[in-house]
DNA sequence: TATAAAAGAAACCAAATGGTTTCATATTGG
DNA sequence: CCAATATGAAACCATTTGGTTTCTTTTATA
Protein backbone atom coordinates (compact mmCIF):
# COMPACT_ATOMS: atom_id res chain seq x y z
CA UNK A 1 0.00 0.00 0.00
CA UNK A 2 3.03 2.61 0.31
CA UNK A 3 1.59 4.25 3.24
CA UNK A 4 3.54 7.12 3.41
CA UNK A 5 4.81 8.38 0.33
CA UNK A 6 6.59 11.22 2.63
CA UNK A 7 8.43 12.62 -0.14
CA UNK A 8 11.81 11.75 0.65
CA UNK A 9 13.82 14.94 1.07
CA UNK A 10 15.93 14.84 -2.31
CA UNK A 11 19.46 16.06 -1.52
CA UNK A 12 20.54 15.12 -4.61
CA UNK A 13 17.51 16.93 -6.28
CA UNK A 14 18.44 20.31 -3.53
CA UNK A 15 22.13 20.58 -5.09
CA UNK A 16 21.25 20.09 -8.43
CA UNK A 17 20.47 24.12 -9.06
CA UNK A 18 23.82 26.34 -9.21
CA UNK A 19 22.02 28.99 -6.95
CA UNK A 20 21.47 26.60 -4.32
CA UNK A 21 24.76 25.20 -4.22
CA UNK A 22 25.78 28.74 -3.87
CA UNK A 23 23.46 29.68 -1.14
CA UNK A 24 24.77 26.41 0.56
CA UNK A 25 28.64 28.10 -0.34
CA UNK A 26 27.60 31.20 1.70
CA UNK A 27 26.16 30.07 4.36
CA UNK A 28 29.37 27.77 4.96
CA UNK A 29 31.10 30.56 5.80
CA UNK A 30 28.03 31.94 8.29
CA UNK A 31 24.62 31.57 9.16
CA UNK A 32 22.44 34.14 7.48
CA UNK A 33 18.48 35.41 7.55
CA UNK A 34 16.55 34.89 4.66
CA UNK A 35 17.26 38.46 4.06
CA UNK A 36 20.78 38.99 3.93
CA UNK A 37 20.70 35.41 1.31
CA UNK A 38 18.74 37.19 -0.73
CA UNK A 39 21.04 40.42 -0.57
CA UNK A 40 23.76 38.28 -2.25
CA UNK A 41 21.46 37.06 -5.25
CA UNK A 42 20.47 39.19 -8.18
CA UNK A 43 16.73 37.94 -7.61
CA UNK A 44 13.88 38.50 -5.33
CA UNK A 45 13.91 37.55 -1.49
CA UNK A 46 10.82 35.22 -2.20
CA UNK A 47 13.15 33.44 -4.88
CA UNK A 48 15.96 32.88 -2.64
CA UNK A 49 13.10 31.59 -0.21
CA UNK A 50 12.10 29.20 -2.17
CA UNK A 51 15.46 27.85 -2.86
CA UNK A 52 16.21 27.62 1.54
CA UNK A 53 12.77 25.78 1.19
CA UNK A 54 14.44 23.28 -1.20
CA UNK A 55 17.43 23.17 0.81
CA UNK A 56 15.64 22.75 4.26
CA UNK A 57 13.75 20.11 2.99
CA UNK A 58 16.71 18.15 1.71
CA UNK A 59 18.04 18.87 5.53
CA UNK A 60 21.09 20.73 4.09
CA UNK A 61 19.69 23.88 5.72
CA UNK A 62 18.58 24.20 9.61
CA UNK A 63 16.41 27.23 10.67
CA UNK A 64 16.45 29.08 13.81
CA UNK A 65 13.40 31.21 14.42
CA UNK A 66 14.52 34.33 15.90
CA UNK A 67 12.06 36.69 16.76
CA UNK A 68 10.97 38.43 13.14
CA UNK A 69 13.84 36.63 11.64
CA UNK A 70 14.89 33.43 10.43
CA UNK A 71 18.54 32.22 10.51
CA UNK A 72 19.46 30.15 8.38
CA UNK A 73 22.51 27.20 9.35
CA UNK A 74 24.76 24.99 6.92
CA UNK A 75 23.61 21.38 8.02
CA UNK A 76 25.96 19.13 6.03
CA UNK A 77 25.83 15.67 7.01
CA UNK A 78 22.97 14.64 4.06
CA UNK A 79 25.48 15.53 1.92
CA UNK A 80 27.12 12.29 3.37
CA UNK A 81 24.18 10.51 0.83
CA UNK A 82 25.67 11.96 -2.37
CA UNK A 83 29.50 10.97 -1.03
CA UNK A 84 28.05 7.36 -0.13
CA UNK A 85 26.59 7.14 -3.69
CA UNK A 86 29.91 8.32 -5.56
CA UNK A 87 31.81 6.18 -3.67
CA UNK A 88 30.62 3.13 -5.41
CA UNK A 89 32.00 4.76 -8.50
CA UNK A 90 35.33 5.64 -7.02
CA UNK A 91 36.88 2.49 -9.15
CA UNK A 92 35.62 3.98 -12.46
CA UNK A 93 37.71 7.26 -12.13
CA UNK A 94 40.79 6.83 -14.76
CA UNK A 95 43.75 7.43 -13.73
CA UNK A 96 44.63 10.98 -14.64
CA UNK A 97 41.74 12.38 -12.10
CA UNK A 98 42.87 10.02 -9.46
CA UNK A 99 46.18 11.25 -9.58
CA UNK A 100 44.77 14.88 -9.88
CA UNK A 101 42.46 14.19 -6.64
CA UNK A 102 45.37 12.56 -5.00
CA UNK A 103 47.21 15.65 -5.71
CA UNK A 104 44.67 17.52 -4.43
CA UNK A 105 44.53 15.42 -1.36
CA UNK A 106 48.30 15.82 -1.08
CA UNK A 107 49.28 12.32 -1.59
CA UNK A 108 51.79 12.84 -4.18
CA UNK A 109 54.08 9.62 -4.98
CA UNK A 110 56.66 8.34 -7.29
CA UNK B 1 36.49 34.57 -29.30
CA UNK B 2 34.86 32.53 -26.21
CA UNK B 3 35.25 30.33 -29.29
CA UNK B 4 33.21 27.36 -27.47
CA UNK B 5 30.09 28.09 -25.21
CA UNK B 6 29.98 24.48 -25.13
CA UNK B 7 26.84 24.35 -22.74
CA UNK B 8 28.72 23.69 -19.40
CA UNK B 9 27.40 19.67 -19.34
CA UNK B 10 25.68 20.13 -15.85
CA UNK B 11 26.74 16.86 -14.23
CA UNK B 12 25.10 17.82 -10.96
CA UNK B 13 21.67 18.00 -12.84
CA UNK B 14 22.48 14.49 -14.48
CA UNK B 15 22.65 12.64 -11.13
CA UNK B 16 19.31 14.60 -9.84
CA UNK B 17 17.31 12.38 -11.26
CA UNK B 18 16.75 9.08 -9.91
CA UNK B 19 16.17 7.05 -12.75
CA UNK B 20 19.60 8.10 -14.16
CA UNK B 21 21.15 7.12 -11.29
CA UNK B 22 19.85 3.62 -11.76
CA UNK B 23 21.30 3.43 -15.10
CA UNK B 24 24.56 4.75 -14.08
CA UNK B 25 24.82 2.06 -11.67
CA UNK B 26 23.77 -0.36 -14.32
CA UNK B 27 25.94 0.84 -16.83
CA UNK B 28 28.35 0.40 -13.88
CA UNK B 29 28.21 -3.10 -14.44
CA UNK B 30 28.40 -3.85 -17.92
CA UNK B 31 27.83 -1.33 -21.27
CA UNK B 32 24.67 -1.59 -22.86
CA UNK B 33 22.56 -0.60 -25.89
CA UNK B 34 19.61 1.91 -25.48
CA UNK B 35 17.59 -1.29 -25.38
CA UNK B 36 19.09 -3.06 -23.37
CA UNK B 37 18.80 -0.16 -20.74
CA UNK B 38 15.17 0.36 -21.58
CA UNK B 39 14.43 -3.08 -20.58
CA UNK B 40 15.14 -2.87 -17.33
CA UNK B 41 12.71 0.18 -16.83
CA UNK B 42 9.54 0.50 -16.67
CA UNK B 43 9.04 3.02 -19.57
CA UNK B 44 9.51 3.38 -22.98
CA UNK B 45 12.72 2.66 -24.86
CA UNK B 46 12.45 6.83 -25.73
CA UNK B 47 12.14 7.67 -22.15
CA UNK B 48 15.34 6.52 -21.20
CA UNK B 49 17.02 7.95 -24.77
CA UNK B 50 16.04 11.20 -23.47
CA UNK B 51 17.70 9.77 -19.65
CA UNK B 52 20.72 8.97 -21.59
CA UNK B 53 21.36 11.76 -24.18
CA UNK B 54 21.16 13.75 -20.21
CA UNK B 55 23.74 11.11 -18.85
CA UNK B 56 26.23 11.94 -22.16
CA UNK B 57 25.14 15.78 -22.32
CA UNK B 58 27.15 15.45 -18.75
CA UNK B 59 30.02 13.75 -19.86
CA UNK B 60 29.16 10.61 -17.87
CA UNK B 61 27.92 8.22 -20.19
CA UNK B 62 30.12 7.51 -23.55
CA UNK B 63 28.36 6.06 -26.67
CA UNK B 64 29.90 3.63 -29.17
CA UNK B 65 28.01 3.43 -32.39
CA UNK B 66 28.15 -0.25 -33.30
CA UNK B 67 25.99 -1.17 -36.48
CA UNK B 68 22.52 -0.57 -35.97
CA UNK B 69 22.76 -0.47 -31.84
CA UNK B 70 24.36 2.22 -29.61
CA UNK B 71 26.84 1.05 -26.86
CA UNK B 72 26.44 2.79 -23.40
CA UNK B 73 29.02 2.99 -21.56
CA UNK B 74 30.10 4.52 -18.50
CA UNK B 75 32.99 7.07 -17.99
CA UNK B 76 32.48 8.49 -14.05
CA UNK B 77 35.70 11.02 -14.36
CA UNK B 78 32.66 13.76 -14.09
CA UNK B 79 31.73 12.46 -11.13
CA UNK B 80 35.06 13.72 -9.67
CA UNK B 81 33.55 17.29 -10.60
CA UNK B 82 31.00 16.09 -7.67
CA UNK B 83 33.31 14.76 -5.54
CA UNK B 84 35.55 17.79 -5.52
CA UNK B 85 32.45 20.13 -4.41
CA UNK B 86 31.36 18.32 -1.57
CA UNK B 87 35.04 18.18 -0.36
CA UNK B 88 34.66 21.67 0.76
CA UNK B 89 32.27 20.66 3.19
CA UNK B 90 34.11 17.79 4.24
CA UNK B 91 35.10 19.69 7.50
CA UNK B 92 31.12 20.28 8.37
CA UNK B 93 30.38 16.51 8.11
CA UNK B 94 29.85 14.89 12.24
CA UNK B 95 31.90 12.47 13.21
CA UNK B 96 29.29 9.82 13.27
CA UNK B 97 28.43 10.14 9.38
CA UNK B 98 31.82 10.32 8.35
CA UNK B 99 32.23 6.72 9.61
CA UNK B 100 29.30 5.87 8.02
CA UNK B 101 30.55 7.00 5.04
CA UNK B 102 33.55 4.40 5.40
CA UNK B 103 31.44 1.98 6.02
CA UNK B 104 30.13 2.21 3.03
CA UNK B 105 33.32 2.56 0.97
CA UNK B 106 34.25 -0.76 2.61
CA UNK B 107 31.28 -2.54 0.81
CA UNK B 108 32.42 -1.94 -2.22
CA UNK B 109 35.30 -5.07 -1.73
CA UNK B 110 32.70 -7.71 -0.73
C1' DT C 1 16.62 -8.21 -51.48
C1' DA C 2 12.92 -8.01 -48.19
C1' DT C 3 12.15 -7.79 -43.63
C1' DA C 4 12.99 -7.23 -38.91
C1' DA C 5 15.52 -4.88 -35.39
C1' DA C 6 17.57 -0.77 -33.19
C1' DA C 7 17.45 3.58 -32.60
C1' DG C 8 16.46 8.57 -33.69
C1' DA C 9 13.10 12.37 -34.28
C1' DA C 10 9.08 14.83 -33.74
C1' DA C 11 4.84 16.17 -31.79
C1' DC C 12 2.49 16.33 -27.90
C1' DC C 13 1.18 16.53 -22.81
C1' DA C 14 0.99 17.18 -17.65
C1' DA C 15 3.50 18.41 -13.90
C1' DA C 16 7.43 20.49 -11.78
C1' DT C 17 10.63 24.32 -11.56
C1' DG C 18 12.26 28.85 -10.99
C1' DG C 19 10.97 33.10 -11.19
C1' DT C 20 7.77 37.28 -10.45
C1' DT C 21 4.41 40.57 -7.95
C1' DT C 22 1.18 41.52 -4.49
C1' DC C 23 -0.72 40.97 -0.07
C1' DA C 24 -0.83 39.26 4.85
C1' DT C 25 1.26 38.36 9.28
C1' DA C 26 4.28 38.66 13.16
C1' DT C 27 7.71 41.17 15.77
C1' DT C 28 10.51 44.93 17.20
C1' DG C 29 11.64 49.61 18.61
C1' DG C 30 10.64 54.47 19.32
C1' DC D 1 0.54 52.04 20.18
C1' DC D 2 2.34 52.53 15.52
C1' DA D 3 5.46 52.20 12.04
C1' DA D 4 9.00 49.73 10.07
C1' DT D 5 11.06 45.27 9.36
C1' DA D 6 11.36 40.38 8.23
C1' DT D 7 9.20 36.96 6.46
C1' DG D 8 5.44 33.95 4.73
C1' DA D 9 1.81 32.99 1.43
C1' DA D 10 -0.70 33.13 -2.65
C1' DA D 11 -1.49 33.79 -7.38
C1' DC D 12 0.44 33.81 -11.51
C1' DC D 13 3.67 32.90 -15.51
C1' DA D 14 7.13 30.84 -18.82
C1' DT D 15 10.18 27.23 -19.37
C1' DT D 16 11.90 22.77 -18.43
C1' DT D 17 11.31 18.10 -17.39
C1' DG D 18 9.92 13.52 -17.85
C1' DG D 19 6.98 11.00 -20.01
C1' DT D 20 4.03 9.28 -24.08
C1' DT D 21 2.89 7.74 -29.07
C1' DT D 22 3.83 7.65 -33.84
C1' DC D 23 6.76 7.76 -37.70
C1' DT D 24 11.35 7.50 -40.09
C1' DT D 25 15.93 6.00 -40.86
C1' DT D 26 19.69 2.84 -40.66
C1' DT D 27 21.61 -1.64 -40.59
C1' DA D 28 21.85 -6.59 -40.28
C1' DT D 29 20.34 -10.94 -41.87
C1' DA D 30 17.29 -14.98 -43.53
Given at each position: MTPNPVQAPDVFRAIADPTRRAILGLLAEQALSVGDVAE????SRPAVAKHLKVLSDGGLVEVEVRGRSRINRL????LADIAGWLARFEGFWDDKLTALKQEVEGENDQ
Open positions: RFEMNAAP
